[in-house]
Structure formats: C-alpha cells, structure tokens
C-alpha cells in the first residue's frame, strides 16, 4: 500500500471521529430539548440561538474545571479509565463501511463483538480503582447487566449473518435492497434495540447509575474531565448503537442522505424511551435477558440455520 493510500485513511479517520464527537455534542443538545418539551419547560435556550452554543460552553466549563482525585485511588487506572472508555468507544466507529479508501474490512462484525465486549472492562476498572464502595457496586452492576446482553446481541447478530452469510456491512446494504430485514425478523430487530438500550447503559436499563441508591453509580468519584470523557463515550455509543440499527435492519444506504434521516430518528428513540420509562428492577433485568431473549434469539438462530441448510441442500 502506497504512503498517500495510507495518509488519506489515517485522514479519512480522523474527520470521522472529529464528525463523531460533534455529533455527540448536539446529541446532548437534543437530548436536554427533548427531555425539556416531554417534561414541559424549554431545555436550554440562553447559550447562542435557541441553545445551539450549549454543548460547547459545557465542554469548555468541564474541562477547565480542576481535576480531583480520591487520595485512597488507584490514580493510574482510575486516571485512564475514562480516556480509554472513551477510546474504545471511538474505535468502534472505524468499521463503518465507506466506499472510499478506508477500513471498510469484510470482518466488520467479529470487529464489533471484539472492541464492544473490551468496553466491560473501562467500566470495571473506573468503578473499581475509585477506592469507594458506590462506585464498585456501580461498576459491578453495570458488568453484569452489559455481559448478560451482549450474549443474545451477539446471537440476534449471528441469526443476521446466517440470512446474509457475511461478517461485512457493506453487504447489509446489497441485501435490503428490496426488503429491509425489519419486516423479515421483527421480533429480532425489537430484540436488538432493547438489548442495545442496556449495553449503552440507558434508561430504562442504568442501573449503573442509580441515583437513589448507587448516589451516581461507577462514575461517583469523576468530575471535571474524567465525568466529561465517561460521557462522551456514552453518547458515543448511542450514535454507533442507532448506526448499526440503521445498518443491519432499516436498509443504511451510505449513500443517501435517508441513512443520516433515520439515524437521527433512532437516535431520537433512545432519548425518547429515557423521558418515558422508570428505572427496571435489577432482577427483572437479569430475567428477561436470561429467560427471555436467550431462548428465543436461539431459537430464531436455529430457525434460520435450518432455512439455510434447507436451501443449500434444494439447490446442490
């Protein structure tokens, strides 16, 4: 590969990121308007017109604020915690199909299982380098509830690619040309945002920040730059949680300007279902994840394993 191929992928995901994190500034945006108009007040409107400028002066206030640290922390990990919380949640983003020259790589979906299941252990450690008994149990909590979903995310996506036989994303693209895969697995795709909603840590699944009896979970002892970077990397993940559902059962057509339509629409839906539900119960949580999703995303596996052995066997 030649050193321009190189420098212009390296470019390509750089204004990626950059184009990430200014989103996820205007995602916070949304969010405050929309929970604002939901609970009947304005959200913010006094920072630039109608609020635009708010993420901004936010970001500006949390990292000019000093950096504290617990004096009984474990000040190496807890320090880089967020940063790498943040990191992984970024990386994630690489594997976004483009059809230019970029990673566009056809193990796009083992890539994500990878990188999303290492997000765990940022959380892990942040709650448990803190030195403070909220933020372990915060932390725990949350490890629990992420690694329970990610078992039947990573099923629903199995029963994706037994349909298109590819781990690439590009090919999602190819195959709901037609037909978006929402109509052909509905149970699933439902399956997915829910399961989705409690990876990201989001109401009605943040049981890692529990304010009532948690005081604000594994990120208790962050403030200033620490608490901005845990939350960016939240929202982050919500953008690429509303991508990869645009992606896998909405027909995410890169190219047209409907792919950015819909993933603002999930996007909206994720903030949508925090202005609506109350906080689940943590055993009803572990129920429906164990109970409920596991045996019914393996059954749809098996369903479409056996369509396929079925066809394969039709046609040989």
């Known amino acids: 590969m030649l050193l321009k191929d190189l420098v212009l992928i390296f470019f390509s995901m750089l204004v990626l990121v950059v184009c990430v994190l200014v989103g996820v500034a205007f995602l916070t945006l949304l969010e405050r308007k929309v929970l604002g108009y939901i609970q ?5 409107n006094k920072v630039g017109f109608m609020g635009l400028l708010q993420p901004f002066s936010d970001a500006i206030k949390l990292f000019s604020k000093e950096q504290s640290f617990p004096f009984m922390s474990n000040y190496l990990i807890y320090y880089f915690s967020p940063l ?9 983003w690489m594997m976004m199909p483009f059809f230019s020259v970029y990673l566009n790589f056809n193990l796009s979906l083992l890539f994500f299982l990878s990188v999303a299941s290492l ?4 959380i892990m450690m942040a709650g448990w380098s803190s030195n403070s008994s909220y933020s372990l149990l915060g932390g725990l909590r949350s490890v629990a509830q992420t690694i329970s979903y990610e078992v039947s995310l990573a099923i629903i ?3 994706f690619i037994f349909l298109t036989l590819s781990f690439n994303l590009i090919d999602f693209i190819y195959f709901q ?3 978006w895969f929402i109509f052909l697995c509905f149970p ?13 840590n989001r109401t009605p699944f943040d049981f890692a920040e529990g304010e009532s009896e948690l005081v604000s979970g594994f990120n208790v002892e962050y403030s200033s730059g620490g608490f901005a970077l845990i939350f960016m990397a939240e929202y982050s993940s919500i953008l690429f949680m509303s991508m990869l559902c645009v992606m896998l059962f909405l027909g995410g057509n890169i190219n047209s ?4 339509i819909k993933l603002v629409i999930v996007s909206f839906f994720w903030i949508w279902v925090r202005g609506t539900l109350p906080r689940f119960r943590y055993d009803k949580l572990m129920y429906l994840a164990w109970k409920s999703f596991l045996p019914v995303s393996l059954n749809y596996l098996i ?6 052995l079925f066809l394969f066997v039709i046609f040989l």
């Open 157 to 159: 996506l199995m029963s």
């Open 303 to 308: 369903l479409f394993f056996g369509f396929k």
């Open 84 to 92: 790498m919380n943040l990191f992984i949640s970024l990386f994630l």
């Open 188 to 200: 699933l795709c439902l399956m997915w945002v829910v399961s989705g909603l409690a990876e990201t």
């Open 40 to 44: 009947i007040r304005k959200g913010p």
């Open 119 to 122: 997000g765990v252990y940022t």
């Open 257 to 260: 300007f409907m792919f950015f």
């Open 177 to 179: 040309d037609y037909c």
